[in-house]
């Protein structure tokens, strides 16, 4: 499965921005999608969720409350909407598909996502 990710970019502190992506092919009920992230000198982490089939996410502590993951079924498309970015949310986003939970099976190129103070 290959993944495109878009919609990085560079914004303000405060700012929302909203991270597409589409798999190449409409993923089964038994798959799932998320985000993961990877900042300058630091290890990947996990973002956010998503089941394919129900209404069921997971988030990490840090973006809580503030990121939203979706998903278009119709579109075959996941979203990540991103509000009071920070400037520790910068970094190379990464969209991800796969049965496990969290996902992580395969994975998009990457978007940068920079946060300006």
């Known amino acids: 499965v290959q993944l495109q990710a878009s919609g990085g970019g560079l914004v303000q502190a405060g700012d929302s921005l909203t991270l597409s992506c589409e798999p190449s092919?409409?993923?089964?009920?038994?798959?799932?999608m998320g985000w993961f992230r990877q900042a300058p000198g630091k290890e990947r982490e996990f973002v956010a969720a998503i089941r394919w089939s129900r209404d069921s996410t997971i988030y990490a502590d840090s973006v809580k409350g503030r990121f939203t993951i979706s998903r278009d079924k119709a579109k075959n498309m996941v979203y990540l909407q991103m509000s009071s970015l920070k400037p520790e949310d910068t970094a190379v986003y990464y969209c991800t598909f796969g049965s496990s939970w969290p996902p992580d099976r395969f994975w998009g190129q990457g978007t940068l996502v920079t946060v300006s103070s």
């Open positions: 092919r409409r993923p089964f009920s038994s798959n799932n």
